[in-house]
């Protein structure tokens, strides 16, 4: 019974959120780790995929990693352009704001009201250079304000001296040119120096662009800035690496590392292996894993090597294997 449950609620969440700029979904229950619907589309000659990106609401990396046979800036005419609009939900808690550096993306749980259905928001972002890290752990939103005026830290001034760049003036009112853009979220962390807020340069959102504030698409901080009160939990968290539940089967979403992380994931293979033992042991004291569980192996190893950022499943049971086996006999 509870399987059909899930099974309505799989199909009741993709026929509810197939609208071009999906953005908001039902959260699934605590057992199921995955959300979203990958849709492809077709490209034009007259746009970049970047275009595509920002009209899908996808950052600029996540559309690459999911379509690396399609030119950024000259697509074929009419190619197939997958959207890689379908997640994990990062191993954090289910609350507030969550940010996964490695993935570019913030997911927001509202707090639902009476009677409503718990929901899911996901937008992509950009964050902070390997210089300018976007600092992990967890603060809150103490301030928002709209049409903000933007003062220059003195590290990032002094940064443009020494790279021979004119430095910022030193207070930069609301308009056009303030890189803030028209929302801005200020974050508990860094004496409050840290912000979740718009950009006038939209292409850098879901790139390593900041200096440690987090970007959102003008449209999509416009849409979060009403919904998140002030107080509201941000957790940030680093998460290459993201493995889920969908019934009884088990996915991973990989993502390149953070580059400063590279040496740490020098030996990606065996850092996936320990994850998805490490996932499993955990799991295994929640959930009742099937006696006839087991990793496919050859979609792991595709898995690693892609690194699509796309979740991809690879478990199957022993049934399935034997009835995948006897497939091929009758067709070969």
Not at 84 to 107: D, F, T, V
Not at 261 to 290: G, R, W
């Amino acid at each position: 019974m509870y399987k059909l449950f899930l099974f309505f609620f799989v199909v009741f969440s993709l026929i509810a959120n197939s609208s071009a700029r999906t953005e908001t979904w039902v959260l699934p229950p605590s057992d199921i780790d995955i959300f979203g619907q990958i849709r492809t589309t077709h490209a034009s000659s007259a746009e970049t995929l970047l275009d595509i990106a920002r009209r899908y609401d996808i950052g600029q990396i996540e559309i690459l990693l999911a379509n690396p046979n399609v030119d950024r800036w000259l697509p074929e005419d009419g190619a197939t352009v997958i959207l890689p609009s379908r997640y994990i939900i990062p191993h954090a808690e289910r609350k507030g704001l969550l940010l996964n550096l490695p993935e570019m993306r913030i997911y927001y749980f509202p707090e639902p009201k009476k009677g409503e259905k718990p929901m899911i928001i996901t937008h992509p972002v950009g964050i902070g250079r390997m210089d300018w890290v976007t600092p992990l752990g967890i603060s809150r939103i103490v301030e928002k304000k709209k049409d903000p005026t933007w003062i220059p830290p003195k590290s990032l001034q002094m940064d443009r001296i020494a790279n021979g760049e004119q430095p910022y003036p030193s207070i930069v009112p609301p308009g056009p040119t303030n890189p803030l853009g028209r929302h801005a979220m200020r974050l508990s962390i860094g004496g409050g120096s840290y912000l979740i807020h718009g950009t006038i340069k939209p292409f850098g959102v879901g790139m390593r662009v900041s200096a440690g504030c987090v970007r959102m698409y003008p449209e999509d901080i416009e849409a979060l800035f009403d919904k998140v009160p002030v107080g509201t939990q941000v957790q940030v968290v680093n998460q290459p690496i993201k493995l889920g539940w969908l019934l009884d089967s088990l996915y991973i979403e990989l993502h390149p590392p953070l580059e400063e992380d590279e040496e740490k994931y020098s030996n990606y293979k065996q850092m996936v292996v320990t994850a998805i033992n490490d996932f499993l042991t955990l799991k295994s004291s929640k959930k009742n894993i099937p006696a006839d569980f087991e990793i496919d192996q050859e979609a792991l190893k595709q898995a690693i090597i892609e690194r699509s950022g796309i979740p991809v499943l690879i478990s199957r049971s022993r049934a399935q294997q034997l009835h995948t086996q006897n497939s091929q006999l009758i067709l070969f």
